[in-house]
T-cell receptor, first 115, second 112 residues
Framework: DAGVIQSPRHEVTEMGQEVTLRCKPISGHDYLFWYRQTMMRGLELLIYFNNNVPIDDSGMPEDRFSAKMPNASFSTLKIQPSEPRDSAVYFC?????????????FGSGTRLTVV | GENVEQHPSTLSVQEGDSAVIKCTYSDSASNYFPWYKQELGKRPQLIID?????GEKKDQRIAVTLNKTAKHFSLHITETQPEDSAVYFC???????????FGSGTRLLVRP
């Protein structure tokens, strides 16, 4: 089991550019979550999917953020246009059985820096 | 929505001493209570969890206790070691909403 795989590990981009973060969940996990972590705001849930369908996107900060899950093995989080305040570590996590008793497995994260 | 508070925000203990971190939540419908550990520059990892029908669970040096009436649960680490130094997050889950809401974290420092 390779775990949850995120790419890239680090991304530095200029303000106004489009950024795409990628995630491959653990095979067999039917829930996928995108979190953002900053010193000021901690770990914030942005959006989660169940069986590839977005269930709750109330944490998505604004229209510049969008997420997709075209199939059970791949999800993307896109920011367009990016702004310096989007700088953070973005984690993807997956789980099965609603996470109860198994918890979430997090990927290694993508550290995004917008200059 | 769920309101989650952790105390203390930072904790410094001598190696070998015990550490206790408390998490208070607001939603009485919460029924699953995990603790995550995040080392510097790493991902959060589940270290122990408890369900609402159990009052205490232990795994070697770590334990979690739950008080549903008072709506709080605690992480207990005994015989602390330097490798226990990390940020610890509680994340109670309400079954119907199915999303972990993470507390603000407790930074634990174990002094050798």
């Amino acid at each position: 089991d390779a775990g949850v795989i995120q790419s890239p590990r680090h991304e530095v981009t200029e303000m106004g550019q489009e950024v795409t973060l990628r995630c491959k969940p653990i095979s067999g996990h039917d829930y996928l979550f995108w979190y953002r972590q900053t010193m000021m705001r901690g770990l914030e849930l942005l959006i989660y999917f169940n069986n590839n369908v977005p269930i709750d996107d109330s944490g998505m900060p604004e229209d510049r953020f969008s997420a997709k899950m075209p199939n059970a093995s791949f999800s993307t989080l896109k920011i367009q246009p990016s702004e310096p305040r989007d700088s953070a570590v973005y984690f993807c996590a997956s789980s099965r059985d609603r996470g109860r008793g198994y918890g979430y497995t997090f990927g290694s994260g993508t550290r995004l820096t917008v200059v | 929505g769920e309101n989650v508070e952790q105390h203390p925000s930072t904790l410094s203990v001598q190696e070998g001493d015990s550490a206790v971190i408390k998490c208070t939540y607001s939603d009485s419908a919460s029924n699953y209570f995990p603790w995550y550990k995040q080392e510097l520059g790493k991902r959060p990892q589940l270290i122990i969890d408890i369900r609402s029908n159990v009052g205490e669970k232990k795994d070697q040096r770590i334990a979690v206790t739950l008080n549903k009436t008072a709506k709080h649960f605690s992480l207990h680490i005994t015989e602390t070691q330097p490798e226990d130094s990390a940020v610890y997050f509680c994340a109670p889950l309400m079954d119907s909403s199915y999303k972990l809401i993470f507390g603000s974290g407790t930074r634990l420092l174990v002094r050798p």
